[in-house]
């Protein structure tokens, strides 16, 4: 009996779409693996935007807090 992926955590995906694309994923290769809700993220939209300041805007908003989940020791 196979049982459906459990839910990711919000916060994990948004921190895997934007470590995805700090490393060069892009487009659909930003949200590849993730499942239900957590594939349509808002924040791999943002990081599809045509302003070149709109995706640094936001990446740097997603790194930080990644960066803040990892110093409060909530990603390990």
Do not use: I
């Not at 934007?18 to 590849?32: H, I, M, P, Q, S």
């Amino acid at each position: 009996m196979s049982s459906a992926p459990s839910p990711l955590d919000p916060a994990l995906a948004r921190a895997y779409v934007a470590c995805g694309y700090f490393l060069g994923r892009r487009g659909d290769e930003l949200t590849a693996g993730l499942v239900g809700d957590s594939a349509s993220l808002p924040l791999a939209a943002e990081l599809g935007h045509a302003d070149k300041s709109e995706r640094a805007r936001a990446l740097a908003a997603a790194l930080a807090e990644v960066v803040r989940a990892l110093q409060a020791q909530r990603l390990l």
